[in-house]
């Protein structure tokens, strides 16, 4: 049987976690989307120097612990919990959002860039305004896994004291010498935001599909 008490007793730390896993989760999505856009554009140009330092960009950062980078931040620039895992979140999941996004304008047809480019734009502005934003409706159900990992990826921050809800968690079972209670309330947080979330992208899926 869980004893709320510890729920009740604690909520001020758990809001104050919840309110911080938000805030690591919001900055790291929105970054991370810009950046993935970005070095996908990278992955598919012409002009070779950026493709390659795109590649590189994406399987460096794709084959090393997430736990590496945040330490990285904390550690080697010394910058404090919440900032080094939130920046650390985000160049982590730019690298897969961009493997994403890529695999979406490569779907786009051929001919999508070619009639663009024949009708006066520039290759930034027929990317921009003709095969991206096909490219992300092809692709939501893989962005939607990778923003709903971020969310779940945000606990690293504890490991840096970043003040986030696994690091509260920590700090109520230490006081409080009681684990499985603490924790299951942590789950229970994390679900508030997971499972909206993917009932979301579920939607945006259908109405995308819909609007097709």
Excluded: C, H
Aim: aromatic share 10%; proline share 4%.
């Amino acid at each position: 049987m869980l004893d709320f008490s510890i729920l009740t007793e604690n909520l001020d730390m758990y809001l104050l976690g919840f309110k911080n896993t938000i805030l690591a989760s919001l900055i790291a999505l929105v970054a991370s989307l810009i950046l993935g856009i970005l070095v996908a554009i990278m992955r598919i140009s012409p002009i070779k120097p950026l493709n390659w330092l795109g590649t590189a960009y994406v399987e460096f950062i794709r084959n090393i612990p997430l736990l590496i980078i945040t330490f990285f931040f904390f550690l080697g620039l010394k910058l404090s919990g919440l900032y080094a895992g939130t920046l650390a979140l985000s160049i982590y999941t730019s690298s897969f959002i961009a493997e994403a996004i890529r695999a979406g304008i490569l779907s786009v047809p051929k001919g999508q860039m070619e009639a663009a480019r024949s009708s006066g734009l520039t290759y930034g502005q027929a990317m921009t305004l003709v095969i991206l934003p096909q490219a992300v409706k092809i692709v939501i159900p893989p962005l939607g896994n990778q923003f709903i990992n971020l969310v779940k990826n945000s606990s690293i921050l504890a490991v840096v004291a970043g003040l986030d809800l696994m690091y509260q968690g920590d700090l109520i079972s230490s006081r409080t010498f009681v684990v499985f209670d603490v924790y299951i309330f942590v789950a229970a947080f994390y679900l508030i935001l997971t499972i909206p979330l993917s009932l979301g992208v579920g939607y945006l899926e259908k109405r995308l599909a819909k609007s097709n």
